[in-house]
């Protein structure tokens, strides 16, 4: 049996890092050879997890083809989200909780999908199915995951399984997880040290639009003017990508973790589907969104209807 490479998608947040991990360990409890590795580094809030638990970072790679010839995909199934030359390998194995868009295969495979608010909640449950227990340090890394991705379960995308499975972890790794999380969440928004170029590429996806690459960047903090005061600067290194990297439009959602607000600054063209997505017209390059923090759920969506109509 030939080794195969698990990893999540690019700009990789907590989720992809953790779930590429715990897939990982499934999987070799399970009899595989596989090993997790990254598509990028570590951003703060992930880098924060890591230490809290001891845990190294992912080998990074760029190619999967010089190594393996098959893979696992975790946390995403986009080809424009994934490794560079994911073409040039068979993806035997995914496991995600997103929208499949532009994934095909020559050959069947296992895949596992299921609208939950995080990947690593899919993934506890194929634990459970399959019997193997759960080391406390992975129930810790998993259990922030879920944190992360549901925004300490306040996530619009958060689901009651969301909700029984962060107990049950918080329970094994024996963890408050109400205040580790907050602390957690807190370590990923502290924005003074970073480039514009850093703040954009942390948590940033691309999107095929009917025809537009639309990258879709979010930024978390807990005082938004703490990104509003830079958005002149955030614009420019957005444009500078949408350039460099041939995106049509950049959309960067700042987002206050604290009350659950964002506001949302625009770079590029066309801008009339972001207006009719929102119901709202642009001012300043910028739309208020109350009430908005996941980009899956309440971005993404009306972003695909607007652009189709």
Avoid at 258 to 283: H, Q, R, W, Y
């Amino acid at each position: 049996m030939s080794k195969e490479l698990i990893f999540g998608h690019q700009s990789p947040d907590t989720d992809a890092i953790v779930a590429a991990k715990a897939l990982s360990y499934l999987d070799n409890k399970l009899g595989m050879d596989t090993e997790a590795v990254a598509l990028g580094e570590p951003n703060e809030e992930t880098k924060f997890v890591l230490d809290y638990f001891d845990e190294p970072a992912l080998r990074v790679i760029t190619k999967a083809a010089p190594e393996v010839s098959e893979v696992m995909l975790v946390d995403h199934n986009e080809p424009q989200q994934s490794v560079s030359d994911i073409a040039d390998v068979t993806v035997t194995h995914v496991v995600d909780h997103h929208r499949i868009a532009g994934f095909e295969t020559t050959q069947p495979l296992f895949y596992r999908a299921e609208p939950l608010g995080c990947c690593s909640t899919v993934i506890y449950k194929l634990f459970k199915e399959n019997n193997v227990e759960i080391p406390a340090k992975l129930a810790g890394l998993m259990l922030s995951a879920i944190i992360s991705d549901t925004l300490l379960l306040k996530s619009p995308t958060t689901t009651p399984t969301d909700v029984a499975v962060v107990k049950d972890l918080a329970n094994i790794a024996k963890i408050d997880y109400e205040a580790y999380g907050l602390d957690m969440l807190k370590a990923g928004t502290n924005l003074a040290s970073k480039s514009e170029k850093e703040l954009i590429d942390a948590d940033a996806k691309s999107f095929e639009l009917n025809g537009s690459t639309v990258r879709v960047a979010q930024i978390n903090t807990v005082d938004l003017a703490d990104v509003l005061d830079r958005q002149v600067a955030l614009e420019a290194a957005a444009k500078a990508e949408n350039a460099a990297e041939g995106y049509d439009l950049f959309l960067m959602l700042a987002t206050n973790i604290l009350d659950s607000n964002s506001e949302l600054i625009i770079a590029g063209a066309p801008t009339e589907p972001v207006e009719k997505a929102f119901g709202k017209k642009i001012e300043n390059n910028r739309l208020s969104l109350p009430g908005v923090v996941s980009r899956k759920k309440q971005v993404v969506p009306p972003l695909t209807d607007a652009f189709n109509a």
